[in-house]
């Protein structure tokens, strides 16, 4: 019967909640496009560098920066700064980057009118993931991504 059964245990509990971590970050980045995958290496070198919170345009300027050193034969694609953007808001509604409440910068007085997804370029944010274990997952076989993307996060 129902009443027979023993309640979970607390380590019970925290294998579960590691095991869904652990599922839903390789599923999520697995799903990433190649776009979303540069932004996220471009974010985890920032947090690397102990650059946080960052916003959008900070995420934007580290991948742009990678781009303008990197060999044109190298990259299979240059992305637009508006594509970025939405790749970005992407991130942030898979749950991969959270906004940082309070932080400098979070959004202009002059925007304040604006929807919260407009509004998603100026706020700062962290991810809410370790960067390492994003960089691994895109320097290992975890990821199908090319190699140019790989050097970027390692």
Same mark, same amino acid.
């Not at 790749?87 to 509604?93: D, K, N, T, Y």
């Not at 274990?133 to 975890?142: G, P, Q």
């Given at each position: ?7 979970? %245990? ?36 920032? &947090?690397?560098?102990?650059?946080? /919170? ?13 781009? %303008? ?10 992305? /637009?700064?508006?594509?970025?953007? %939405? ?5 942030? &509604? ?36 370790? /960067? &390492?274990?994003?960089? %691994? ?8 991504? /090319? ?8």
């Amino acid at each position: 019967s129902d009443d027979d059964r023993e309640a979970p %245990k607390r380590e019970h509990w925290l294998d579960a909640v590691r095991r869904f971590s652990t599922d839903w970050l390789v599923e999520t980045v697995t799903d990433c496009t190649q776009v979303e995958l540069c932004l996220l290496a471009a974010m985890t070198r920032l &947090e690397r560098q102990r650059i946080t /919170p960052y916003n959008f345009a900070m995420a934007y300027d580290e991948y742009d920066r990678f781009v %303008k050193r990197t060999s044109t034969a190298m990259l299979s694609v240059v992305f /637009p700064r508006a594509v970025c953007l %939405k790749a970005f808001e992407h991130l942030h &509604e898979f749950g991969l980057i959270k906004t940082v409440q309070g932080a400098a910068g979070n959004a202009p007085a002059i925007a304040s009118g604006l929807s919260g997804t407009s509004l998603m370029r100026y706020r700062s944010v962290c991810m809410t993931v370790e /960067p &390492e274990r994003v960089a %691994k997952l895109i320097t290992t076989d975890s990821v199908r991504c /090319p190699t140019w993307l790989r050097s970027f996060v390692s």
